[in-house]
């Protein structure tokens, strides 16, 4: 079974155990909100895990943010991480998912007896735990993160080929943005809430965008089908 049939599976679990967000959503859709259930980035977390790439993942609310724990390798050291996120600013157009992260309250523990130069810098407690993107600087980052400053992270999701690459991310991009805008992020008890501001002018220009992304390219489709002596 492929990633995205597994998470279609689990979406349909989710919903059965939990009827109440159907409703949830609509509501949410009426007030420009969309709520992502904090299970299912669980769910996330613990595929990452079976992928190899982290241990032992565990997700609490602590609204406005999230704790984020895992068991990480952090070059060539095996250690116990544990932050509280918050999401403090995202932009939000056709060539760019970008969102500053702000992490609190972290705490890194060596796991074992590594003898790794980091293990011993984190035991001495030399190594400034308050500012990880300092310490991200000399790590192999992946693409997605564009800049590490103190306790931020600079994040553009359309960095990743996956994303960025995918025409149809592309096309409801183009569509969307003209009429609202990400304003911000935040958790609750058992969501992470994504909000939105419309635009006023939004849909004479989310008209054109339709026009220029879905119904052109259909038409032009459509008519290379017809023989030309018609």
């Known amino acids: 079974m492929s990633m995205a049939q597994r998470a279609m599976a689990a979406a349909g679990s989710y919903l059965r155990r939990n009827?109440?967000?159907i409703g949830r959503a609509v509501r949410n859709f009426i007030g420009l909100r969309w709520g992502l259930?904090?299970?299912?980035?669980?769910w996330l977390m613990e595929q990452a895990a079976k992928g190899g790439k982290i241990e032992d993942?565990?997700?609490t609310e602590?609204?406005?943010g999230l704790r984020v724990t895992a068991s990480v390798d952090l070059m060539k050291t095996p250690v116990r991480a544990s932050a509280v996120v918050y999401i403090d600013r995202v932009v939000l157009d056709p060539e760019q998912i970008r969102m500053v992260v702000r992490l609190e309250e972290i705490w890194v523990e060596v796991i074992g007896d590594a003898?790794?130069?980091v293990a011993a810098l984190l035991r001495s407690g030399a190594l400034d735990l308050s500012k990880p993107g300092e310490l991200a600087k000399y790590m192999d980052l992946p693409p997605v993160i564009v800049e590490a400053n103190d306790n931020k992270l600079?994040?553009?999701l359309m960095r990743e080929p996956k994303i960025g690459e995918n025409p149809i991310v592309r096309q409801a991009l183009s569509i969307v943005t003209p009429m609202v805008t990400m304003h911000g992020i935040e958790a609750d008890d058992d969501h992470l809430n994504v909000v939105f501001r419309a635009?006023?002018?939004?849909m004479t220009e989310a008209a054109?965008?339709?026009r220029t992304h879905l119904l052109r390219p259909g038409f032009k489709r459509v008519r290379g089908l017809i023989p030309s002596f018609l």
């Open 19 to 21: 009827p109440g967000e």
């Open 37 to 42: 259930p904090v299970d299912s980035l669980r």
């Open 57 to 59: 993942p565990v997700i």
């Open 62 to 64: 602590v609204p406005p």
């Open 115 to 117: 003898t790794t130069p």
């Open 154 to 156: 600079t994040l553009d």
């Open 199 to 202: 635009f006023p002018r939004g």
């Open 208 to 210: 054109g965008a339709l």
